[in-house]
């Protein structure tokens, strides 16, 4: 579509006028519509006929044809967060076998790794360089790297995300507060109890060092590519400031989530634990970027004294 593609050019344009670079993913693949624009189901499609893997591929072929030379686009982010185990009986990593599950789809349309195999081999046709970026299964867990095979090409970089414990860092308003950092959390389909600090943060995000050691993978190709929690959250910059040291200690990319996030405050940490006034909404119901003053909390300071290190 001429009409996408043009506003697609646009803003890349608009981000290298600004000295921005820019990672490209799409939320949809053919066969994989985006659960937000479908009714709010998952589309499943492309995990029970490999001819959606071709179709992606095709699809990422010709898009990557067109954007290789472009300045700004530095890297292509096949699909965010999969998940092909909710569409094949897998829900659960903290009661559920992943190594028994795998067993069942390896070499299935629901093996995320024949997807990321056809798409990263019609991609090299047209583009041998340009980074690619794969995230891991189960909407980007960690604990899908159990299953997660190495690409033999430097130019592929492998990312997880981290919202763990989810019990605790998807706590709104609506919810209510009930846990807080560091503390105990009722996580898992089963609901049990479970302590949370950063070492057991550290033990969370382990299955992904041990991959990158089992096959060679060097740190400066893992990516943390999504983390963070509602900012409301007592001791979310405590939660916030040891993630970041783990990554850091791992010697692993990483960006939080979000910066400036333009329809939902949760997770826009320069205003710490206050509540937006009026202006805020105003602004943002305009289209408009809401007025800022010099962002000066803990949960912001630990982000950006880690950002300028």
Not at 76 to 81: D, F, P, R, S, T
Not at 196 to 209: C, G, I, M, Y
Not at 295 to 301: G, S
């Amino acid at each position: 579509m001429e009409a996408d593609f043009a506003r697609l050019k646009a803003d890349l344009d608009a981000a290298e006028a600004k000295g921005m670079k820019v990672i490209i993913t799409v939320l949809s693949l053919p066969g994989d519509r985006w659960r937000q624009f479908n009714g709010a189901k998952n589309d499943d499609r492309i995990w029970n006929d490999v001819e959606y893997h071709k179709q992606a591929a095709w699809f990422w072929k010709y898009l990557t044809s067109r954007l290789k030379n472009h300045p700004a686009v530095i890297g292509y982010n096949l699909i965010n967060e999969p998940h092909p185990e909710t569409a094949t009986g897998f829900h659960d990593f903290w009661t559920q076998d992943y190594s028994e599950w795998y067993a069942k789809v390896e070499r299935s349309a629901a093996d995320l790794n024949s997807l990321y195999d056809t798409i990263v081999k019609e991609i090299r046709t047209v583009d041998q360089t340009t980074p690619i970026i794969l995230d891991s299964g189960l909407y980007a867990t960690p604990w899908a790297f159990t299953y997660m095979k190495a690409i033999d090409d430097p130019n592929v970089l492998y990312a997880f995300h981290m919202y763990e414990p989810y019990e605790m860092t998807s706590q709104n308003k609506k919810k209510g507060f009930t846990y807080s950092y560091p503390g105990s959390v009722k996580a898992g389909n089963d609901k049990t109890e479970k302590e949370f600090n950063r070492q057991a943060l550290k033990q969370f995000v382990e299955p992904v060092a041990k991959w990158a050691s089992d096959h060679n993978i060097p740190a400066n190709r893992i990516i943390a590519s999504e983390f963070g929690t509602n900012r409301m959250v007592q001791g979310a910059d405590r939660y916030m400031a040891d993630l970041i040291s783990i990554f850091n200690e791992h010697g692993w990319h990483w960006a939080f989530y979000a910066f400036r996030e333009d329809t939902w405050d949760g997770m826009d940490y320069e205003l710490g634990s206050e509540k937006p006034n009026w202006k805020y909404w105003d602004a943002i119901e305009k289209g408009e970027l809401p007025a800022r003053g010099k962002a000066d909390n803990p949960i912001w300071n630990e982000i950006k004294g880690s950002l300028t290190k």
